[in-house]
């Protein structure tokens, strides 16, 4: 990722809007920052030009605290501890605060018999966030859109008894409430940035900013992966979730096919478009295996390109599982976190934790750098594995 310009990005962001609110004169007030070249708000923001802005701002550490967690699979007490053991719910089941985001990635449902108390669950967990400053970031797997084409086979009997019929549980998974969740409440890919200078969750990158020193300051996390082939990946991540979701609506909206088993197959109705037929395919997002599978050299010969298209330093996948320990490939930039924590695969129970720190460093001054430090951790029941640290000073100002 390219790096070492300073980046004033920031900085004129709080000039435009302190000028904003201090005077009304529309001379003082600079443009829109969408219509400037990333050039011109260099130029605009230098020492010289720009305005002084109040120093009385003191310097404090940022910290931000991401857990993820993968592949459940109907199992709630197993879910419940990594929960418990990554420090996103207490030991009486609710959000802690600890955290600022718990994601997961997808594949709740199937396998097991849960599936309505986990939804319920996330349901639970994302209001209690929001209400402590804290937020849960959902994406369907590949499994939640099985169900909705009618591809059933992972479905057990006792499981659909628990829904009462399968008319029942269609219609749940349609029009009922875990249906209206997944549709409001969950993405495909989500975009995670890592400082609140770069936006909310699930901000599409811009590559206008590339030469910021903090453009790729995100973590994507999906279900399957990104293929370098695959043709819809940005602007990441709206274009992913624009066709999952219509892809979805489409889904729930057509008369329910009769599932599959004992009926046969239903597939995709007659009239998908390509671009939701692709990120259904083998090589979309939801089902793609080759960032997990792939001798680790040639995935690590086309991440970078990858990552710059999305605007990320890591992609977090579930998936494909390892039944032993989070997968870290290429130095990190790629994390497989599915470690078959449902007691249908009896695989290791286990959370991924992201610590982004920036710490001011020589002081309090403007042009002071910064140290930004990411600490990358799997949480296990019995002991946590560091699976990479990554330090560097940034020269961004900051005014947070
Ligand atoms: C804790 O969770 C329980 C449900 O398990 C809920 O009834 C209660 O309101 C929660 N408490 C808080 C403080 O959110
Ligand atoms: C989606 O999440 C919001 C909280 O962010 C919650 O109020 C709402 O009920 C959820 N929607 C569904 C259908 O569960
Ligand atoms: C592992 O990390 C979790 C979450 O940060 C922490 O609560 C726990 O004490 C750590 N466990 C060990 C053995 O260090």
Not at 132 to 139: D, I, K, P, R, Y
Not at 248 to 257: C, E, G, S, Y
Request: hydrophobic share 35%.
């Amino acid at each position: 990722m390219p790096r070492g310009r300073p980046a004033f990005f920031i900085l004129v962001i709080a000039v435009g809007l302190y000028f904003t609110f201090k005077y009304s004169q529309p001379q003082h007030v600079n443009p829109p920052l969408a219509a400037r070249t990333p050039t011109s708000a260099l130029k605009e923001s230098s020492a010289q030009e720009a305005p002084e802005v109040p120093t009385t701002q003191h310097k404090d550490q940022f910290t931000r605290r991401i857990v993820a967690v993968g592949d459940l699979h109907g199992d709630l007490p197993n879910a419940l501890k990594v929960l418990q053991m990554s420090g996103v719910i207490s030991e009486s089941g609710n959000w802690t605060g600890n955290v600022d985001f718990f994601v997961q990635t997808g594949d709740i449902i199937d396998r097991g018999d849960d599936t309505l108390q986990l939804y319920e669950l996330m349901e639970r967990l994302r209001v209690e966030a929001k209400a402590a400053g804290g937020t849960v970031l959902s994406n369907l797997g590949n499994h939640e859109f099985m169900n909705a084409i009618g591809d059933w086979r992972y479905v057990y009997q006792s499981e659909i008894k628990t829904f009462g019929s399968v008319a029942d549980r269609q219609k749940m998974l349609t029009t009922g409430w875990v249906g209206r969740a997944w549709r409001q409440n969950y993405t495909l890919a989500t975009r995670l940035p890592l400082h609140t200078s770069l936006g909310d969750p699930n901000t599409d990158y811009d590559p206008a900013t590339s030469s910021l020193d903090l453009s790729h300051a995100a973590i994507a996390f999906m279900h399957g992966g990104l293929s370098p082939t695959y043709e819809d990946m940005t602007p990441f991540p709206s274009r992913i979730n624009k066709i999952g979701h219509s892809l979805l609506a489409r889904l729930q909206d057509q008369t329910q096919p009769p599932p599959h088993p004992p009926s046969p197959y239903p597939g995709l109705p007659h009239d998908t478009p390509p671009e939701e037929r692709e990120l259904y395919g083998t090589n979309g997002p939801l089902w793609y295996r080759g960032l997990a599978l792939d001798e680790e050299a040639d995935v690590c010969a086309v991440i970078d390109e990858i990552l710059n298209k999305i605007g990320c330093r890591r992609v977090i996948l579930g998936h494909t599982p390892d039944f032993e320990h989070v997968n870290s490939r290429c130095g990190g930039k790629v994390i497989i976190i599915d470690t078959g924590i449902s007691h249908a695969y009896g695989g290791a129970l286990s959370a991924l934790s992201i610590t982004y720190t920036l710490t001011p460093s020589g002081g309090q001054s403007e042009d002071a750098p910064w140290i930004e430090k990411e600490i990358v951790k799997a949480i296990y029941a019995s002991h946590n594995d560091t699976l990479a640290i990554n330090e560097r000073t940034v020269y961004t100002r900051f005014r947070d």
